[in-house]
């Protein structure tokens, strides 16, 4: 063949490509160009040539061109898709890999490339539906199994997922993503070899934080607290700006019984280089220690940019109203309203008395649809406050809220509550969570598999459906009842245990549909015990608002009773005088 013949200069220019010299690649291609005019294949090369280069802006014009000539070509189309992806632009990759598929159905790489950015989403749902097929093939390779092993574990079928990651590491035993997810589900299972499993994925990717996270997560639910925190500590000798090591030491410090242990995350914000997260977890850590000055003093140390960050604005406002400082909450507040942190402006309206400003900072997001589990919390509180009708709406209409006693025998009720005394590792509450006086189980409780508490899912499961069917007709303007006929998941699960004089604060569930109590276990009553001791308490504000409104309901616990109400009801629980409560609890979301 002739050096100047395209087929030729095509041929040299893509084995000087695989080998990286990309310079002669380019000249081969150019004149092949030349000689065969606008030839999809070589303007493909050519496009792919320029991405590896980093010349984006020729990369995508040698796409255009290829694809003027072939339109239908489903690989085009998906390299096309990638180079998209890199620049940033996810929507119009999103629609290459469309394209792709509509020209040719089963075109494997496009429906991967688009589980990838339906995944990375948080559309995990989608993610499945391009990827099952391929999955379930005979011939899945590696890449492809890890992937749906990710998917499924977000869509909580952790099972699915371990036999997803299983598959992979038969056919690559090293795979570094596929070894630190089988980890990953191991710890959510509770399984006895969490820990082993993610020294075995660490020593794969030594540099893998998450992997060291996750190994001291491993640890804790072991039941060996000391060894999580040293391995938190030690990890962030290595990272010592990472947030999430930071957040999770407090944590598990706390819980271990070692209060407000903020001495690391304290000096890792004190660094010139702390990142706005670091600094957003640092000043949450001290809300939580209840040490409202350090929080005002923190934020105004901070450099202007910084401080202006509408979390750390809001914190500082909560912590002005906290000290009873309205001079300095006052012009704070009117900054942040209608920007992200208006519900707590809204809450400073409520607590200092003025309603009316709350209700109007939330409605507009709440009735145009957008507002959040406490947009809807605070805006309730307001119309209450205010005799405004749809208080009734929102709060009271028949069936919102309700109780059912489950067919759960004694016997059922005593293997459960020993299973989950035994879950029950930690010393102190969760400086996190609203319990006080008690302790909570890390991770998804129904992610476990022990027989009695897949069936208890199962149980549950069947009560959240005939809850949802026998809600008032669909609402579209209702923050539940516009999700009546949604499909429906338990999103997460965990059980409580409180000793003498535990409770829950009134608190809310941000990021449910329906939140829940299922009472396991309770404490024989004593005459002299408060006739409601105990009890759930739906609707009273939280006590940080000041503000003089009984609760919208009360429901008495008994063991085996299930309790299901939205979760933008807040809720809490009367104090025992001794004994223990143990309960279950967890939250529906959309599927």
Avoid at 412 to 436: F, K, N
Avoid at 474 to 481: E, F, S, V
Wanted: negative net charge; charged residues 25%.
């Amino acid at each position: 063949m002739r050096a100047n013949d395209p087929a030729t200069l095509f041929a040299r220019a893509e084995q000087a490509f695989l080998a990286g010299r990309l310079e002669a690649a380019r000249g081969d291609l150019l004149a092949a160009l030349r000689l065969a005019g606008e030839h999809p294949a070589i303007l493909h090369l050519l496009a792919l040539l320029e991405k590896r280069a980093g010349q984006s802006e020729a990369a995508r014009k040698a796409f255009a061109r290829a694809l003027r000539q072939a339109p239908d070509d489903p690989q085009i189309r998906t390299n096309h898709a990638n180079l998209l992806l890199s620049l940033g632009d996810e929507e119009a990759a999103l629609k290459e890999l469309d394209r792709a598929i509509d020209a040719r159905p089963g075109f494997r790489d496009a429906h991967v490339n688009r589980a990838v950015i339906r995944h990375r989403s948080g559309n995990a749902t989608g993610a499945w539906r391009d990827i099952e097929a391929f999955a379930a093939a005979p011939g899945a390779d590696a890449r492809i199994l890890t992937l749906a092993g990710q998917i499924r574990r977000d869509l909580g079928e952790f099972d699915a997922a371990a036999t997803c990651f299983d598959r992979a590491l038969a056919l690559d035993p090293a795979r570094a993503t596929a070894l630190a997810g089988r980890a990953r589900v191991a710890l959510e299972r509770g399984d006895d070899d969490a820990e082993a499993r993610h020294a075995t994925a660490r020593r794969a990717a030594p540099e893998n934080i998450a992997l060291r996270l996750g190994e001291a997560l491993a640890a804790e639910a072991g039941g060996n607290a000391e060894r999580g925190i040293a391995l938190l500590r030690e990890a962030l000798h290595d990272a010592p700006l990472d947030t999430e090591l930071h957040v999770e030491l407090v944590r598990m410090a706390s819980e271990a019984g070692y209060p407000h242990e903020l001495d690391s995350i304290a000096a890792a914000a004190a660094r010139p280089e702390a990142s706005l997260p670091l600094h957003q977890a640092y000043v949450t850590a001290l809300a939580q220690a209840e040490r409202p000055q350090d929080v005002i003093e923190h934020v105004d140390r901070l450099a202007p940019a910084m401080r202006a960050d509408a979390l750390l604005s809001a914190q500082q406002l909560a912590a002005f109203d906290t000290l009873d400082m309205r001079e300095h909450a006052a012009p704070l507040a009117e900054r942040l309203a209608n920007g992200p942190a208006t519900v707590f402006v809204a809450r400073h309206a409520l607590r200092f008395g003025d309603p009316q400003r709350a209700a109007s900072l939330l409605e507009a997001r709440c009735l145009a649809g957008t507002g959040s589990v406490a947009d809807w919390a605070h805006l309730g509180i307001a119309w209450r406050l205010l005799g405004d009708y749809r208080a009734a709406w929102l709060f009271d209409q028949p069936g919102l809220y309700r109780w059912t006693d489950l067919e759960l025998s004694a016997e059922d009720l005593v293997g459960l509550a020993a299973l989950l005394r035994g879950l029950h590792r930690t010393r102190a509450h969760p400086v996190d969570q609203s319990l006080r006086g008690g302790t909570q189980t890390r991770g998804s409780l129904f992610a476990r598999r022990e027989p009695a508490l897949r069936a208890l899912a199962a149980m549950l499961d069947t009560a959240i459906a005939r809850h949802m069917a026998a809600l008032p007709p669909a609402d579209p303007a209702h923050p539940l009842l516009a999700r009546r006929d949604a499909a429906l998941r338990i999103s997460g699960s965990w059980s409580v245990r409180l000793g003498a004089s535990g409770f829950h604060v009134s608190h809310i569930h941000p990021q449910g549909l329906l939140s829940s109590a299922l009472y396991i276990a309770l404490p024989e009553r004593i005459p002299a015990d408060d006739d409601r001791a105990g009890w759930l308490e739906l609707g009273r504000p939280p006590a940080e608002l000041e503000l003089d409104l009984p609760p919208v309901a009360t429901i008495e616990p008994r063991p085996g009773r299930l309790a299901l109400f939205p979760s933008y009801m807040f809720h809490g629980t009367r104090p025992f005088a001794a004994g223990e409560r143990l309960t279950v609890a967890f939250d529906v979301a959309l599927r």
